[in-house]
């Protein structure tokens, strides 16, 4: 980077290479992949509902969820706002509080949609009670939150890096067999489940979906620090963006191969249903793998409420969290789970989602666009980021 004579500098000098503007898509696919895309669902309620329109909401997905990674990548790289409480300071002031007043409950929908899934998901491979799956991920969720920071991170990886070769797997196996459908799905124009929907309609539930990244964005933060510049911050972007569709586009195809048939598109796990007649090994692969990434997702999904929790503390002058209060709130989260598991996978996506990623948009997608358009502007000069310190030894 050079100075400018306006005591800024401007980009132009060491990249961050490869790796470093790889980390923030890696990290962002990490947390996304359980939540987002595990059953299938999610793909049909945002998208391939609308059949062979439902490309538009992938494209959608790619396009904004590029766009809106690179506002928050540069945001954060310009300001240096390496947490998520920081960036939110940054956008809305004093009113940041209210991405946890959305963020938490919202959390405990995803908690229920895991919960749910399991049950479904163990009921069909197992031939166990619903209820018994869902009593089975909440001891597991909560037996891995008490093991530590440690063990969640190891966990979470490995959790991740399984799903998605077992993804490319189960579209592989899927998707072929299946090909000849998906043509005619796609030639033809079927949309029969939607017959008034546009392209448009697409689009739109595409972008709306994207409103639920704002949750998973806090946990990129860290990353931005590899960032040297704001083509560092495009190129990241450009990567979080298509790598964030992958997963979305495989399940999309294996979908149109069975479009619209209603024991697919009605299935709380459709993934289960393509699979079926795979082989029991199949299904028992697709059991472990996503078993192990809800888990994996719960868990994460508490161990931010309760640094959330303990962060509201500090800033309010008081001490963290005791380990029994810990305990209590986690117990409480998946309790409050559990219970709203009852309502079923597919309401708690169509609805609890819908409403979600609509608040998210508002509380932090439109600050950020508003604050953050001019970012987008041939502008060169930037400020000094200097690079992040090396971490302290250990004594």
Do not use: C
Not at 114 to 125: E, H, K, R, Y
């Amino acid at each position: 980077m050079t100075a400018s004579s306006s005591g800024r500098v401007e980009d132009g000098g060491a990249s961050a290479g490869p790796g470093g503007v790889l980390i923030p898509a890696l990290m962002f696919q990490a947390v996304a992949i359980g939540g987002a895309y595990a059953t299938g669902r999610e793909i049909i309620e945002f998208g391939a509902g609308h059949g062979a329109l439902g490309w538009g909401a992938g494209l959608a997905m790619a396009v904004t969820g590029s766009l809106i990674s690179y506002l928050v990548y540069e945001t954060a790289r310009r300001h240096r706002l390496f947490d998520y409480r920081s960036l939110l300071r940054h956008l809305i002031r004093r009113f940041y509080w209210l991405f946890d007043a959305i963020y938490i409950p919202l959390a405990v929908a995803i908690v229920a949609v895991l919960a749910s899934a399991t049950g479904n998901i163990l009921g069909d491979t197992l031939g166990l009670n619903y209820w018994a799956g869902v009593a089975l991920i909440i001891l597991l969720t909560g037996a891995v939150t008490f093991r530590g920071t440690e063990v969640v991170e190891r966990f979470n990886g490995i959790g991740t890096v399984l799903l998605m070769l077992g993804y490319i797997l189960f579209a592989a196996l899927v998707i072929p067999s299946n090909w000849d459908r998906v043509g005619q799905v796609m030639s033809s124009g079927d949309h029969s489940l939607k017959p008034d929907a546009t392209i448009w309609d697409a689009v739109l539930l595409g972008v709306i979906y994207v409103g639920l990244a704002f949750v998973i964005f806090p946990s990129t933060l860290m990353t931005v620090r590899h960032l040297r510049s704001r083509r560092d911050a495009a190129k990241a972007a450009a990567l979080t963006g298509g790598l964030y569709v992958v997963p979305w586009f495989l399940t999309y195809l294996a979908l149109m191969g069975f479009y619209p048939d209603s024991k697919i598109f009605d299935a709380p796990v459709p993934w289960l249903k393509m699979l079926d007649g795979k082989g029991t090994w199949v299904v028992i692969v697709y059991g472990i793998l996503v078993g192990w990434t809800l888990v994996a997702t719960a868990v994460g999904l508490i161990q931010s409420i309760l640094l959330r929790i303990d962060q509201n503390l500090v800033d309010n002058g008081r001490p963290v969290m005791p380990s029994r209060l810990r305990v209590a709130i986690t117990l409480a989260v998946l309790i409050a789970g559990a219970a709203l598991s009852q309502f079923g996978i597919i309401d708690l996506i169509g609805v609890g989602y819908l409403i979600g990623a609509i608040a998210l948009i508002l509380v932090f997608g439109i600050p950020l666009a508003v604050r953050g358009a001019k970012y987008f502007l041939p502008r060169t000069d930037v400020p000094v980021v200097p690079e992040p310190p090396a971490p302290a030894a250990e004594s």
